[in-house]
Every structure is written in C-alpha cells, then in structure tokens.
C-alpha cells in the first residue's frame, strides 16, 4: 500500500532553515508528480509546492516561491523541501502528498520562533 | 488564483440526517479533456487529510456510498445521505486545474 513518511520538522529560529524529507513506497514514485501542503495551527490547508515526476518542472505558492526549493531523488524514493529565510508565518504541519493528492502523509511539524 | 469559497463554514448534523456542502470556485474547473478538477477531502479530528471525492463525483476505493459528489462549472456540491458518527471533521474541496491549486477554507462537520 502507499506509505508516504515525512521527517525533518522541528524549532527553528525566524531566519534559519530547515530540509523535510518524505520517504514515499507502495507505489511507482517516478512516475508520480509530488506536493508539499501545510496547515497552520487552526487553519485550513495551504498548497505550497510540486515537482513533476521527474523534476524537470515545479511550481510554488506565492508565500513561498524565492524562499522554498521542492525536489526529489527518484533513485531513493524520497522528495524533499528546502526551506530557507523562515519567517514565524511559516509554522505548520507539512504533509506531503502524492499527485492529484490521493494520498498523504502523516505531516511533520515545523515551528519558526525565537 | 483561483477562489474557492465553502458554505457553510460550520455545520451541526444530526445522526442518521443528511448534510450537504457547497462550493464555489472564481474560475471554470472544466478542462480540455471535458473532465471537472473539483476534489472534496475529509479531514477527521487529529488526522491527515483524505481524499474522498475525484473529479466532481468519483467516490476513491473504500469510500462509502452515502457520499456524493455534483455540481458543474464554477457549483459544486457535497452530499452525505445519512450521517454517520465517523463522518465528523472538516471538509474541504480543492481545485486541480489552475496553479496555484487552492482549497475551500473547510467546512466543519460536528454532531448536534
């Protein structure tokens, strides 16, 4: 079955940065386009970020495009999201999902304060 | 981008009624191929979202029939026919045709 897991949320100062990873299995993960979506604490869901099945092409929220980099490593299962210039907004559960967001992860925290 | 507005934003329900949630999108989710980019996902108390609805009205494998999927254009709707205790959370349409993709702001589904 589709397990999606992600990893490398934590506290991080206003400024700093922080890498998520999500180890995906279950299904053919090159052949599939990935997304990050967040959530803040009580608040709805947020699209931020996706990369075709092979990465040549991504797209970003607003919010984050200049700040935020998506990418993937097809020979190891993987997608990542590399988050520079954090700012206390930023703060959230970030899922990634496969493409059309059929299915998710379990999301990993990320908090930006200082 | 595209503006996806939900109604209402909180709905009491009784066990065993029906329910019903609304969608409202700024731009037409009709595509080229003929096909409706219009998703609903449920999002139940402590857990990840899930998708519950593809393109307008095809329920994902092992979701129950009581829910339903309508609409056309920029109108969509949410049926549940008889609500049930584990149906609780929030709901949510999404659009997946224009970039950036956008969510309703959540409808929240409790039990009277």
């Known amino acids: 079955q589709v397990q999606l897991v992600e990893s490398g949320g934590g506290l991080v100062q206003p400024g700093g940065s922080l890498r998520l990873s999500c180890a995906a299995s279950?299904?053919?993960?090159?052949?599939?386009?990935m997304h990050w979506v967040r959530q803040a604490p009580g608040k709805g869901l947020e699209w931020v970020a996706f990369?075709?099945?092979?990465?040549?092409?991504?797209f970003y929220a607003k919010s984050v495009k200049g700040r935020f980099t998506i990418s993937r490593d097809n020979s190891k299962n993987t997608l990542f999201l590399q988050m520079d210039r954090l700012r206390a907004d930023d703060t959230a559960i970030y899922y990634c999902?496969?493409?059309?967001?059929?299915?998710w992860g379990q999301g990993t925290q990320v908090t930006v304060s200082s | 981008d595209v503006l996806m507005t939900q109604s209402p934003l909180s709905l009491p329900v009784t066990l065993g009624q029906p329910a019903s949630i609304s969608c409202r999108s700024s731009?037409?989710?009709?595509?080229?191929?003929?096909?409706?980019?219009l998703d609903w996902l449920h999002q139940g108390p402590g857990q990840s979202p899930r998708r519950l609805i593809y393109?307008?009205?095809n329920r994902d494998s092992g979701v129950p029939d009581r829910f339903s999927g309508s609409g056309s254009g920029t109108d969509f709707t949410l049926n549940i026919s008889r609500v049930e205790a584990e149906d609780v959370g929030v709901y949510y349409c999404?659009?997946?045709?224009?970039?950036?993709?956008?969510f309703g702001q959540g409808t929240k589904v409790e039990i009277k």
């Open positions: 999902a496969k493409t059309p967001l059929d299915y």
């Open positions: 279950g299904f053919n993960f090159n052949g599939f386009g």
């Open positions: 990369t075709r099945y092979d990465g040549s092409n991504e």
């Open positions: 731009q037409s989710l009709v595509y080229s191929d003929g096909d409706t980019y």
């Open positions: 393109k307008l009205s």
């Open positions: 999404k659009q997946g045709i224009h970039w950036p993709w956008t």
